[in-house]
């Protein structure tokens, strides 16, 4: 979240920026400056009363030693009054102190300089281009809703059955291609140098509300009430959060942690083709890449996990457009994030595969991650996370752009890992 004195400092940018997002709670930015300046107050009112307390208590423990105990005992009741009056501060302190956080909690973060304009998807800017052709299909040539029945690797109806519409259930040469797929992301992670994490898939509400997930997408995660714990829409949750309440060395940067792990997400959007089959679903596997960065380099981390995306996408032979998204399609934690889209040849159409983002203290000062200068001060640390990649599109994409009369061929980069060069 964002700092109240960050908001206080920056009152102009902040504003610009929630403009940008389309944020349309800009009366929050002033209740929390109001809410702030009555923690000051309450604060200073009980530091005085603190003051006075220990003043008087000085005077009673000389009054006694002096033998005037008369006196003594007539400013125990002064004492005890302002013994009360004190707890009652600190309580008042407190909730005004939850009031700042609750308030500040419903306002997203500030997106960078270098953000566009716009309202939605519609307004995202291309970052760069494909410009080579794009894969063009014999005729005949089908989605791969319809290659999976043909070929037998994925059964919707078989997850409808044990769970429910959007739970693919992945048989013989499809489970062995998201297993390659992810063996193959995961290597790739390790020689970046990206440590390999097996988090938990569920986690609490600290965890979410740490990454920003709560409470701005409370209604789209899955949720255990009798435990209290969320299934995780992406492993940047755990992972990031294996530092929350932590303060770091400035020479442990950068912190490089790669993470495969099914994803979880309620809403899986509307009826209709764009939405069909592996197009959207309610669990997919990803492997995500996240960074803990100093300051001053994570937008130059941001281009290197960009880059690591771009060598994952030429490996697989997949044709691939990056957009930079505009402030109205932004995700909440963001201050800036690049979206990969790969080309899907049967379906005509760009098919996102990774959000790549650049969180700056946001999350960090959600999870107190700071790491301390060489001044000895604490400072909030910056967080990145990228998808490297998301499976289910990348299958659908690999399944169209490569079906042959004779099967669907394997990109040479997957074929060490699948074991076989088609699905036939």
């Known amino acids: 979240m964002l700092t109240v004195q960050f908001i206080r400092e920056n009152n102009e940018r902040v504003r610009a920026g929630m403009a940008k997002r389309n944020f349309k709670r800009l009366e929050l930015l002033d209740e929390v400056l109001a809410a702030d300046e009555q923690r000051r107050k309450i604060q200073q009112e009980s530091d005085r009363t603190l003051a006075e307390g220990n003043r008087l208590s000085d005077e009673i423990g000389q009054l006694y030693r002096s033998g005037r105990r ?38 997203p973060n500030c997106p960078a300089d270098q953000v566009p304009h716009g309202l939605g998807a519609d307004d995202n800017e291309v970052f760069k281009p494909w410009t080579a052709p794009l894969p063009e299909l014999a005729p005949g040539a089908q989605p791969h809703w319809e290659l999976i029945k043909q070929y037998d690797i994925i059964d919707f109806e078989l997850g409808t059955k044990i769970t429910g519409a959007g739970f693919p259930v992945y048989k013989g040469k499809g489970a062995k291609l998201q297993r390659a797929l992810i063996a193959f992301f995961l290597d790739e992670a390790e020689a970046a140098g990206y440590r390999e994490i097996m988090p938990p898939h569920l986690v609490n509400a600290d965890s979410a509300r740490g990454t920003g997930q709560l409470p701005d997408k409370d209604d789209q995660m899955y949720y255990a009430p009798l435990d209290g714990l969320y299934l995780i829409p992406t492993a940047e949750v755990p992972v990031t959060n294996l530092y929350r309440d932590s303060i770091l060395k400035e020479e442990e940067f950068p912190i490089k942690m790669a993470a495969y792990t099914p994803c979880f997400r309620r809403e899986a959007g509307s009826w209709g083709a764009h939405v069909r089959g592996l197009n959207r679903l ?23 996990m960009v880059a690591h995306v771009e060598g ?95 099967g669907v061929l394997i990109p040479e980069a997957l074929r060490p890992y699948t074991r076989f060069d088609r699905i036939s």
């Not at 009741?77 to 600190?90: F, H, P």
């Not at 490996?315 to 889209?341: H, N, Q, V, W």
């Open 70 to 107: 008369e006196e003594a005992d007539a400013l125990k009741a002064q004492a005890a009054e302002l013994r009360e009056k004190g707890d009652q501060l600190r309580k008042q302190q407190e909730e005004a102190r939850q009031q700042v956080t609750d308030l500040l909690l419903q306002i």
């Open 282 to 304: 309610h669990q997919f596997d990803k492997v995500e890449i996240v960074q803990i960065q100093h300051p001053e380099r994570s937008y130059e981390t941001l281009l290197e």
């Open 312 to 406: 994952l996408l030429d490996k697989l032979e997949l044709p691939y457009r990056i957009l930079r998204l505009c402030g109205g399609d932004m995700g909440f934690s963001s201050a800036l994030t690049f979206d990969f889209e790969v080309y899907s040849a049967a379906q005509q159409r760009w098919l996102e595969v990774s959000s790549v983002s650049n969180f700056e203290s946001f999350q960090a000062n959600r999870m107190q991650l700071r790491y301390r200068t060489k001044d000895k001060k604490t400072e909030l640390a910056h967080t990145l996370n990228g998808s490297a990649l998301a499976l289910a599109r990348i299958v659908a994409a690999l399944l169209e752009n490569n079906q042959t009369p004779e």
